[in-house]
């Protein structure tokens, strides 16, 4: 679109409302329109703040990408009336936030740009995600206090139980089991359970 140099500093990075689950394609148009409309240096970037964690589905350890802020993108760009625009109209996008009026005669929206602060904390957020080691990495079941499973490993296997706790630090969760016809709450590791 121009030959103008910009310099680093001229861009701003922008919160978006985007349509929660459409983070990704919502980002994918929005870099192709800009494209398109020969807006590529203008609209430079798209982040989703996002991190992998293991989670326990049915006794296996899956990855799933998780986003940080579900239904919102960070947009990388210099701020004028045709990108505004493009943004704005991208198909799944609700608009800007922290958006203004700039006075009462002007219907002229112009939206805020994060702080420099802001954007420091959510990289580093991003960084500090990239370097953890498996002691610390973040698992997660998608099981809740009061649903029947199984147990599939270690002495018990086969019983089934109500899950009484889960303790994600640790990895385990407690499950009632009947044994001997008490019921008896056993602390087990994730992956020793699965739904029944």
């Known amino acids: 679109m121009s030959d103008i140099n910009f310099?680093?500093?001229d861009y701003k990075w922008y919160i978006v409302h985007t349509q929660s689950g459409y983070?990704?394609?919502v980002s994918e148009r929005m870099l192709k329109r800009a494209s398109e409309a020969g807006m590529s240096d203008l609209i430079v970037d798209v982040?989703?703040?996002s991190e992998?964690?293991?989670i326990i589905k049915n006794g296996k350890k899956v990855n799933k990408e998780e986003f940080s802020y579900p239904g919102y993108i960070l947009v990388k760009m210099i701020m004028n009336d045709a990108t505004y625009s493009i943004v704005r109209r991208t198909q799944?996008?609700?608009g800007f936030i922290g958006s203004h009026a700039t006075t009462k005669e002007e219907s002229r929206i112009v939206p805020t740009p994060l702080s420099d602060t802001d954007i420091s904390r959510i990289f580093?957020?991003?960084d500090r995600e990239g370097k953890d080691d498996i002691s610390s990495e973040l698992m997660r079941m998608e099981y809740d206090i009061g649903e029947k499973v199984q147990i599939i490993d270690g002495p018990f296997?086969?019983?089934s139980g109500v899950i009484e706790n889960i303790n994600p630090d640790k990895g385990k969760v407690t499950v009632k089991i009947e044994i001997f016809g008490?019921?008896?709450p056993t602390e087990l590791d994730f992956l020793k359970v699965k739904k029944l």
């Open 7 to 9: 310099d680093e500093k």
């Open 23 to 25: 983070e990704n394609k």
């Open 47 to 49: 982040f989703l703040p």
């Open 52 to 54: 992998t964690v293991k």
């Open 92 to 94: 799944g996008v609700a």
């Open 124 to 126: 580093e957020d991003k």
């Open 157 to 159: 296997n086969g019983l």
């Open 182 to 184: 008490r019921s008896t």
